[in-house]
């Protein structure tokens, strides 16, 4: 194993020369290169296998041994400096690893279809190879200088894939927009990573730890590396009310949006607050847990709204407004059947139904929120139901009820092949085999975090993966409990998930709009007295999250108009004040200079005339 380990550098660097040939290939063969598109398509989907595997291979003996390996080159050394670049494989790598290349090998497949009628193209898989290659760099350094080159080049691949079709405004502004809030947050991480360095004296994370576990600042008092670095940075309620802040506000923004990928995006942010949740409290194998069955669910989710725009087009056109916009949807069941049976799998996960991966996962975040705080628990076990009411909005609007949106015909070209629809079309295979394979981890990953014995909670794969990583909110507890326990209290949490499906199906399934003939709806809706009362909350409570918190209207007023009005003033300031002196004293000289020349006319005799008088 010791051998296999020496290997482990080419992980980045396989997905690499992907964007490197493609991009010398369209500077100086750009005939020839295109021609080939499809066999760069199939290159990246290999060499990301081969990482996959590969990672796969180092993942199996960490299971039973839980081995860190970690191999380092010396930049620059000197007395008080050293700067050494490397490569860390331990249980958490693996599993990053695993979770990274499964994931992209799928949307590279699933974009090989998509993407084939755009222009973009072998763009786009050159910006998907080198995200990859960005990724996989990032969970294999062995230092926090390593982190933070490659969270740059991460956040470069955001921002051309955000502005993948410049030419449209709203993309172009969102990447703008995304790339000035990343800088803010990418400064606030380098000042994180330089004040670590000035506390411990080191960049690698064993030095970091080892001083915080030997009490070098004089603030950590743990039992541990991992819980002392933890404990002083996370552990307390400040910042995890801040978590729960996150992850509230994310599911309310998610509750009235139209689109329906940026209701998912809402949904996203929602579920890394229950991730970001289980660090604060020190349950760090649930917050990874989470980490992994969200994020199959989820990228199945994605790929499935993409198939759903992609079958809209046929009828709106090429035009994101509307084919992403879920009023125009609306029983989609019987054109795209694939692609409704595999998002509603990826809803009910989401929603915490079980057996489905996200059930586990949320379920151990809710319990251990119990066990931190009541009241936390009960926003959380809030946030839960909302996650269920939102994302079964979007299922029924999606896919229940009749089609909203009718036109005539509409000719798409896809290069030499005409294709004409009246209704919206499956996908084909090339997009709906990764919906499948996503559907399959979807069902079973969850299986990784189940405790198959009942006298250890924590015997399970991830838990023997992980080991001997500290829980902190469980460091005293031998046993976690026992299934009896564990069914009560998945009792609440699946009653809450459910209780938000049912709001959800009670207003927005279509269905319902034939109960309103029953005398029984009509009687009980005539005796609610003055219900413009709740109108108006209903009326404030979506307007909040279809103007999605009114934080771009916050910044535009705050931010925006400020830093403009700011400009404004600089530029009055440099054009009236300082360019002003400046021409001031020119004009000045030159008036000068002009009565000089009148006063002297340049005779000997009105020289001395002057000198005499004077």
């Known amino acids: ?27 100086l063969f750009p005939t020839a290169t295109k021609n080939l598109r499809r066999m760069w398509s199939f290159t990246s989907v290999l060499l990301l296998s081969i990482v996959m595997t590969f990672s796969v291979n180092l993942s199996i003996p960490q299971i039973n041994s839980s081995s860190i390996y970690q191999y380092v080159w010396s930049w620059t050394i ?77 956040g470069m691949c955001s921002y051309l894939l955000i502005g993948f079709w410049f030419t449209r405004p709203i993309a172009a502004n969102a ?17 994180g990573i330089l004040g670590l360095y000035w506390i411990t004296g080191a960049y690698s994370y064993f030095s970091s730890y080892t001083c915080c576990y030997y009490g070098s600042s004089g603030n950590f008092s743990c039992s541990s590396p991992f819980s002392s670095f933890h404990s002083h940075t996370l552990h307390n309620e400040s910042n995890i009310f801040d978590r729960y802040n996150n992850k509230l506000l994310g599911a309310t923004l998610a509750l009235a949006q139209k689109d329906i ?105 809710l319990n251990d929120s119990w066990l931190y705080s009541p009241i936390f628990a009960i926003i959380a076990c809030l946030t839960a139901g909302l996650t269920a009411f939102y994302m079964f909005r979007i299922y029924l609007l ?50 990784i975090g189940i405790p198959f014995n009942q006298e250890r909670m924590d015997f399970d794969i991830l838990s023997k993966w992980l080991n001997p990583a500290t829980n902190l909110l469980h460091k005293n507890f031998n046993n976690h409990g026992d299934w009896y326990e564990f069914f009560r209290n998945a009792i609440l949490s699946v009653s809450i998930s459910y209780f938000g499906i ?33 109108d108006k ?11 999605r918190g009114y934080i771009d209207a916050f910044y535009e007023t705050s931010l925006t108009k400020g830093i403009r009005r700011l400009a404004e003033l600089t530029h009055f300031f440099d054009e009236r004040v300082i360019d002003g002196i400046t021409n001031g004293v020119g004009v000045m000289s030159f008036f000068v200079g002009e009565s000089v020349k009148y006063v002297g006319g340049g005779r000997i005799s009105s020289y001395l005339f002057l000198y005499l008088s004077s």
């Open 1 to 27: 194993m010791e051998h296999t380990y020496q290997y482990a550098w080419i992980i980045p660097f396989l997905p690499l020369p992907i964007p490197m040939l493609l991009g010398v290939g369209l500077l």
């Open 78 to 154: 000197n007395n008080d400096f050293s700067l050494e670049f490397g490569y860390l494989i331990d249980p958490l790598t693996s599993i990053m690893s695993i979770l990274i290349t499964t994931v992209g090998i799928m949307v590279l497949i699933y974009s090989d279809n998509y993407m084939s009628h755009d222009q973009g193209y072998l763009r786009f898989f050159a910006y998907m190879s080198f995200f990859n290659a960005s990724m996989l760099g990032l969970v294999t350094s062995s230092n926090l200088i390593q982190i933070y080159i490659f969270w740059e080049l991460v």
């Open 175 to 191: 990447c703008q927009k995304a790339f000035v809030t990343n800088r803010v947050g990418d400064f606030g991480l380098l000042l």
């Open 261 to 365: 990928k940026r209701s998912l995006a809402y949904s996203t942010m929602s579920q890394l607050g229950y991730t970001m949740l289980a660090l604060g409290m020190g349950s760090y194998r649930a917050a990874l847990f989470h980490l992994i069955t969200h994020a199959y669910s989820k990228a199945l989710l994605f790929l499935g709204s993409g198939s759903i725009i992609h079958s809209m087009e046929a009828i709106v056109g090429y035009s994101p407004d509307k084919s992403q916009n879920m009023v125009l949807m609306g029983g989609l069941t019987k054109h795209v059947p694939i692609t409704k049976n595999t998002f509603l799998l990826g809803t009910l996960s989401l929603c915490g139904i079980p057996p489905l991966a996200c059930f586990w996962s949320k379920d151990e975040i």
């Open 398 to 447: 999606t896919f229940e009820g009749y089609l909203n949106m009718t036109r005539p015909l509409i000719t798409i070209n896809q290069f030499d092949n005409k294709n004409t629809f009246l209704y919206p079309q499956e996908s084909d295979n090339t997009m709906l085999f990764p919906l499948f394979v996503l559907a399959l981890f979807t069902l079973f990953v969850g299986a």
């Open 502 to 534: 049912f709001l959800a199906s009670l207003l927005y399934n279509p269905v319902y709009s034939s109960l309103k003939d029953l005398d029984l709806i009509n009687s009980l809706a005539k005796k609610v007295p003055k219900r413009t009362f709740w």
């Open 537 to 547: 909350i209903i009326n404030k409570v979506y307007n909040w999250s279809y103007n």
